[in-house]
């Protein structure tokens, strides 16, 4: 199996203003973008768009300042 490579020729240096330009799609609802962003989440981290995991609430802890 030969190691990961990365393809420096499927990117192009940008400014800030520049990338952003490029990747948001103006012409689409508010409701829409954050639709597909939560699409391409659940399959980046594998959860079924209907049943999103719940969050483990026991890791946190809560406690009064003294």
């Known amino acids: 199996m030969e190691p990961y ?3 420096r020729t499927a990117f192009k240096i940008k400014t800030y203003a520049e990338a952003d ?3 948001v799609d103006l012409s689409l609802s508010l409701a829409e ?3 597909q962003a939560w ?3 659940s399959k980046a981290y594998g959860f079924d768009l209907n049943n999103p ?3 483990d609430k026991t890791v ?3 406690r009064k300042q003294k």
């Open 5 to 7: 490579r990365f393809d």
């Open 60 to 62: 946190f802890s809560c």
């Open 53 to 55: 995991p719940r969050m």
């Open 33 to 35: 973008r954050v639709r």
């Open 39 to 41: 699409y391409l989440i």
């Open 21 to 23: 330009t490029d990747n």
